[in-house]
């Protein structure tokens, strides 16, 4: 059984730097075709996509965000760590991390997801 | 940039057919994937590769794709299918990943 778990901070100031912790098991992140996702979710809003790490280290992040955010992996512990600096009130949001699954240089999608960790950004 | 256009909502009786679009450039290139997401919870998967059902996923669920559009159909809708879905793809250089701004299934 496949299985990821969120954990960080509730609640963080604007300017601050966010850093969240992805825990997985029931699979390795030793291969190319597999990996570990950010995505996060604003109150009421839709889907973002955050970045990306495959088992082969490559990383993908999100255009818009790519200067903010720096994802790393750490297989011997089973887990997957983001970090955000200089956050922002519209930053505010559900952060999830899912399993990357799929074909390198092809097409990857996500599944399973985690249950989420709501994070809010307030002086 | 890659975008992904969904209708806002859609709205159905039960027993009958949903069908919700997505739209985008690359997805005459790239698969299109679907996530269903009930209120409350985290996304899961309903559709891969275009038209794949995972394990699991009721046979209601299909998917398919022409040109620029992927379509999720369920058939013989249920309450239970009342939700959120988003459609999500990468882009051609598979550098980059986007959702669809979702569209809210109503059961009537």
């Known amino acids: 059984q496949i299985t990821l778990k969120e954990s960080g901070p509730t609640l963080v100031k604007p300017t601050q730097t966010l850093t969240l912790t992805c825990t997985f098991s029931?699979?390795?992140?030793?291969?190319?075709?597999?990996?570990v996702a950010w995505i996060r979710q604003p109150p009421g809003k839709a889907l973002e996509w955050l970045a990306l790490v495959l088992g082969n280290d490559a990383k993908r992040y999100s255009p818009s965000l790519d200067s903010r955010l720096t994802i790393t992996k750490d297989t011997s512990k089973n887990q997957v760590v983001l970090t955000m600096t200089n956050v922002d009130p519209v930053d505010t949001a559900t952060y999830y991390c899912?399993?990357?699954?799929?074909?390198?240089?092809?097409?990857?999608?996500?599944?399973?997801w985690g249950q989420g960790t709501l994070v809010t950004v307030s002086a | 940039s890659h975008e992904l256009t969904q209708p806002p909502a859609v709205s159905v009786s039960p027993g009958q057919t949903a069908r919700i679009t997505c739209s985008g450039n690359e997805l005459s290139k790239q698969h299109g994937y679907w996530y269903q997401q009930k209120s409350g919870q985290a996304p899961v998967l309903v559709i891969y590769?275009?038209?794949e059902r995972p394990s699991g996923i009721p046979e209601r669920f299909s998917g398919s794709s022409s040109g620029t559009t992927v379509t999720l159909t369920i058939s013989g809708v249920q309450a239970e299918d009342e939700a959120d879905y988003y459609c999500q793809s990468g882009d051609s250089s598979v550098t980059y990943w986007v959702f669809g701004g979702g569209t809210k299934l109503t059961v009537l």
């Open positions: 590769k275009d038209n």
């Open positions: 029931g699979f390795s992140l030793s291969t190319g075709g597999v990996g």
């Open positions: 899912a399993r990357v699954f799929g074909i390198v240089g092809i097409s990857f999608w996500f599944d399973p």
